[in-house]
């Protein structure tokens, strides 16, 4: 897989009882058959908490903050994921030991996400809310799985991420992309190493860091990591490692932001 794009910008009746008996019959094997299934579910989701409790994790879902940002918190892999609801880009998280038992998860990039403390409780912290706001579960989500686009959706995609990159910075930039082993994890990282760069284009602190840029290069590597030289932002992506073999947009953003 490699691409290169460039953008400008008749029986007799049944007796009436007989058939009152059959309906009767019918609905009491159909309630009993959905509770079951409502028993099923709700002795699922019971012990997914337990688990989830017993791994000192919170409970997999959507969450809102007092203040109403929404995330999804996903434990169910060998590294927790987060996401916000609006966003594209997935963060896996690493946990570190607190104070008071508290764990405190944070991103590639080192920034603290999420803190949990012992009986459960939970805290989300953003830019709007460095120091930190309540959050609550207040429903289910699917599993954060990496997208799967297929070559020619893919060659789509990268036009579209290259055209938006283009007009955010007033220029032609080539986008490169070169990967056998997973597809899936290329296609993320050019999702979310587009987006970095549209997001610091956007940012009067960021725009001058991205004015040198020309090319943005993703490829597969031995180890993930990010490097920007010479006008070109180059994304190395480890198949082995999954959505963690993926750098985020703040460790992409570090890179531009810290260049010589």
Do not use: C
Request: proline content about 6%; charged content about 20%.
């Amino acid at each position: 897989m490699s691409s290169r794009v460039k953008h400008e910008t008749a029986r007799s009746p049944v007796p009436a009882t007989m058939a009152f008996a059959v309906v009767v019959l019918a609905i009491m094997v159909a309630s009993a058959a959905e509770a079951q299934v409502r028993g099923n579910a709700q002795a699922e989701q019971n012990q997914t908490f337990q688990n989830d409790s017993q791994r000192g994790l919170p409970a997999n879902g959507l969450y809102a903050s007092d203040v109403g940002e929404r995330f999804i918190f996903d434990g169910r892999g060998t590294r927790p994921l987060f996401r916000f609801e609006r966003r594209e880009e997935t963060w896996v998280l690493r946990s570190t030991p607190a104070p008071r038992g508290d764990v405190i998860y944070r991103n590639d990039g080192g920034a603290q996400i999420l803190r949990v403390t012992p009986d459960g409780g939970l805290t989300l912290y953003t830019t709007r809310t460095p120091n930190g706001s309540p959050a609550s579960r207040i429903g289910v989500a699917p599993p954060l799985e990496l997208p799967t686009l297929g070559p020619i959706r893919l060659f789509t995609l990268m036009n579209q991420r290259g055209s938006l990159v283009s007009q955010a910075l007033g220029r032609l930039i080539v986008v490169n992309l070169t990967g056998e082993q997973s597809e899936a994890l290329m296609v993320d990282a050019l999702i979310v190493t587009t987006e970095a760069v549209i997001r610091m284009a956007r940012t009067p602190t960021f725009r001058d860091r991205v004015n040198g840029l020309r090319s943005i290069t993703l490829v597969e590597g031995a180890r993930s990591s990010v490097t920007f030289s010479r006008g070109d932002l180059r994304v190395v992506v480890d198949p082995r490692q999954g959505q963690a073999g993926r750098p985020s947009s703040s460790s992409i953003i570090q890179a531009v932001a810290t260049r010589d």
